[in-house]
């Protein structure tokens, strides 16, 4: 009997003994192809040498010190490499366990630049329908997905939604991208207007919706639109790539895909690949100026934040993503991922879309593919894709509440970077089988 409170009530799970590669083998000798890298957090996959002789070496040396006393070479190196291979304009990052944590910190550290920056009335957070950023309560509150809003209402007031860019739901027949990016441009700066430019503190979204839509990138030039409006109001933007970041989508960064530069970026899942929890915030310039004269240090921090462990962890872990070939086998496996695909899948009734960049690909599913109707949630398609792609040995990261929190299903995948052409090619025939 297990002891533990796992996040579901239901089966058994079974239990992971080992992972190696691109497989974790359980404790019966199953051995499964890790096809969405958990929750995309596998990004140079199982037991990488490298990673694990770069954790033996800190370990040897320090483990913790806490950031109240000291600073640590580990954690100093893993800052100075995300700045050097970030955007320019993200100058300075902050260090914390996870991506929940990581998004908690920048709307905390935006709200107190602007009360540094004598407009404390600036607290109002714009983000999208459907987005996920985190589970604890400011991060749940920032998400726009109903259903796991609801049973921990009220929370914080002062968030609002707008319509994710969401093509293959939203965008009209006749429209095209860009009269779509227009228009949901012009629907994010009437919600600014409405609450009073000098109201509203941050514009949060993923740059490509991983957890809630399944890899859902952005059409037109949506983001520079979004970037525009930002400045236009002086509203910060932040963009949380927890889970399309750290290369996911085929580069490092996944704003840099979209051509522009938030004000504080989130990262986590593949920036510890796995190897141990961490996250980052990333902040401009501007933003730390505030801090570094003003009154007050950020009133924010953790016990384990920039644990050392972690971060020569996530160093060694950027550095392999960081090589040109593991950003090329992204691209190329994504690719190969993409049209594997389409050419099992597009034919059948069920699927609506396929999309994605990168590594980093969803597939919608349909009732009906003329009128997209989603299936009958009381169905549960998603969870009964995700076991029956485990009895064929696939881990998938199927999901439901596409639509509005409730209807909709997909499928995302986003195996390790490593993954080989062989392997991606059982993924789709697995994936094809079990839906
Ligand atoms: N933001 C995004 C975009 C995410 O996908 C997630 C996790 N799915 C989070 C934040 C929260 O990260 P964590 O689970 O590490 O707290």
Partial sequence: MSRILHRS???????????????????????????????????????????????????????????????????????????????????????????????????????????????????????????YHGNT???????????????????????????????????????????????????????????????????????VV???????????????????????????????????????TGSLFACTQDGVTPDILTIAKGLGGGYQPIGAVMLSEKIYTRFAEGSKLFQHGHTYLGHPLAAAAANKVVEIIARPETLANVNAMGERLQRGLEAALMDSPYVGDIRGRGLFRGIELVADKHTREPFDPARKLYARIKRQAMARGLISYPMGGTLDGTRGDHVLLAPPYIITADEIDVMVERIKAAI
Wanted: net charge negative.
């Fill in 137 to 207: 309560l400011g991060a749940l509150a920032t998400g726009g997905n109903a259903m796991r809003r609801a049973q921990f209402q009220p929370l914080l007031p002062e968030t609002h939604h707008v319509s994710p860019c969401y093509a293959y739901r939203e965008q009209a027949p006749t429209e095209t991208s860009e009269a779509y990016a227009a228009r949901l441009a012009d629907e994010l700066e009437a919600k600014i207007l409405a609450l009073g430019p000098e109201n509203v503190m941050a514009f949060v979204a993923e740059p």
């Fill in 210 to 248: 991983g957890a809630t839509l399944g890899a859902v990138a952005s059409v037109g030039d949506y983001f520079k639109r979004v970037r525009h409006i930002c400045d236009r109001y002086g509203v910060l933007l932040i963009l949380d790539e927890v889970m399309c970041g750290m290369g996911r």
């Fill in 9 to 131: 009530i239901g089966p058994v799970l079974p239990h992971a003994a080992s992972a190696q590669g691109v497989y974790i083998t359980d404790s019966n000798g199953k051995r499964y192809l890790d096809g969405s890298g958990g929750a995309a957090v596998t990004s140079v996959g199982h037991g990488h040498p490298e990673v694990l002789t770069a954790m033996r070496e800190q370990m040897d040396t320090l483990c913790y010190a806490h950031t109240a006393f000291f600073t640590t070479d580990a954690a100093e190196a893993l800052a100075e490499r995300l700045v050097d291979l970030a955007p320019e304009g993200l100058d300075y990052v902050y260090l914390v366990s996870g991506g929940s944590e990581a998004v908690e910190a920048a709307l905390k550290l935006a709200r107190q630049y602007f009360c540094e920056a004598g407009e404390p009335q600036r607290r109002h957070i714009i983000a999208r329908r459907q987005s």
